[in-house]
Structure formats: C-alpha cells, structure tokens
C-alpha cells in the first residue's frame, strides 16, 4: 500500500477506507482476546505509580492496569447515586478528569462513549436516576495530556413500578392462603405471616357488614309478610 501511494496509483481516499478497515480489523481483533479478571498488566502510563527496582536499576510501573474492570452498580429509579474516580495510589496535582457515559450498554469500547463533563471534579453525581441513566460511565484521568487510568462503572436502574408490582403480587399471594402464611420458599426458611392492608381489611368488613344486613331483612320479610297481603285476604272473604 505505501508503494502504490508512493506512485501516486490510487487516489486519497482508496487508501483512507483501507487504512480505516485495517484499523477496525485490528480492534475487532484485539477485543477477542481473553482478558484477566480484576487489576492485571497491561499497564497504563500512571508514572505516579511507578517503583524503583533495585535490580533492574528501572521503574517497574505495572502496579495498575490502564483499564479496570466494569463494576457494576444496582440501583431502584429515583434514587441518588454517587460515582468516585478514585485509585489506590498517588496521583500528581496538575490532572484532567473526563467523564464519559454509553447509554444502555455495558461496554469498554471507547468508540461507544460520549463525553459528559471535564474538569478535576472526581465525583460523578445523579440526583435522581431514571432508564435514561441506565449503561457504562467511564472516568479517564490525564497528566501532561497522557491517560493514567480509565475506571468503568456499569449502573443498572430498576423502575419502581416493576417493586410495585412485585410487593403488590405478594399481597395477592397471600389473600389466596389460609392463616396469612406464605409457603416457603424450596431453598430457604420460611417467611414470616404478613398482615394484610388496611384497606383491605375495611372492603372485608364493609362486606360482612352489607351481607349480614341482607340476611336479617330477609328473615324479618319471611316471619312477618306485608299488611297488605291481610287486606286482600280480607277482601276476598
């Protein structure tokens, strides 16, 4: 390919898509490789981490990978959650935080992220989170325009309509068995009786009460008939 862009035999932009097909080729490639789980080598370029080896007479500075793994963080809607971009180790004074967030998806491809905030602030805050809130947010230090680290946080937004439903699920459930008691569960102890709603509890004796009033208006029509069933008698005679 260099030769031919040397003799001028194509033009531009043949060599631009080839050299872009190339290049996705290689990531394509290189995210199937299998990767160790938890804080392993390869190592980023974070200096401040670095070790003087005694006899190697260098700096050994794979004490910290460049990507960490995505930690995944469960959450129920409407709730206030906090992110920290923390390592455990010293970071120089002069460095750059970019925040980055991939809606929905739980990824390390950086192809995938869109820029949030930039700044030195390392706290990442969601007043009220929401499905739209919900995917991978990606927090990349720099110094001197070089990345140390990049941490991954995974959040995952339950709707509180989908609790609701579930704890409404179990009052049915309950409603449907003698005594309150929920059978136990095959792999554990038996729950413990729930009392039912006090709404629940006013329907129940609103109904008893109406039946109870029914039947004692039908034993009083049938041990004393209408008077004017004896005036027809009457008649008639």
Not at 17 to 26: E, G, M, V
Not at 46 to 61: E, R, T
Not at 71 to 81: D, Q
Not at 128 to 144: K, N, P, V
């Amino acid at each position: 390919m260099a030769d031919e862009f040397n003799g001028q035999l194509n033009d531009d932009t043949v060599y631009e898509k080839r050299l872009q097909k190339a290049a996705d080729n290689f990531i394509a490639a290189a995210y199937k490789l299998p990767r160790e789980s938890g804080c392993f080598p390869p190592c980023g370029f974070q200096g401040a981490d670095s070790v003087y080896n005694c006899i190697s007479c260098k700096y050994d500075s794979c004490g910290f990978p460049l990507d960490c793994p995505i930690k995944e963080i469960k959450v129920m809607a409407n709730s206030r959650i906090q992110m920290w971009c923390d390592v455990p180790f010293h970071l120089p004074n002069n460095i750059e935080i970019i925040w980055r967030f991939a809606e929905e998806v739980k990824t390390e491809e950086v192809d995938q992220f869109e820029k949030v905030t930039a700044g030195v602030d390392r706290l990442y805050s969601i007043r009220s989170t929401s499905l739209q809130h919900q995917g991978t947010y990606q927090c990349e230090i720099y110094s001197d325009q070089r990345s140390i680290v990049r941490l991954y946080y995974y959040l995952a937004v339950t709707p509180q309509v989908v609790a609701g439903h579930t704890e409404l699920q179990e009052i049915f459930d309950l409603s449907l068995l003698p005594g309150g008691q929920l059978l136990p569960e095959p792999s554990g102890p038996p729950r413990l009786p729930l009392l039912p709603s006090p709404l629940l509890l006013t329907a129940c004796l609103t109904a008893l009460l109406l039946l109870l009033f029914l039947t004692l208006k039908v034993l009083w029509w049938l041990t004393d008939p209408p008077e004017q069933a004896d005036g027809d008698e009457n008649v008639g005679v």
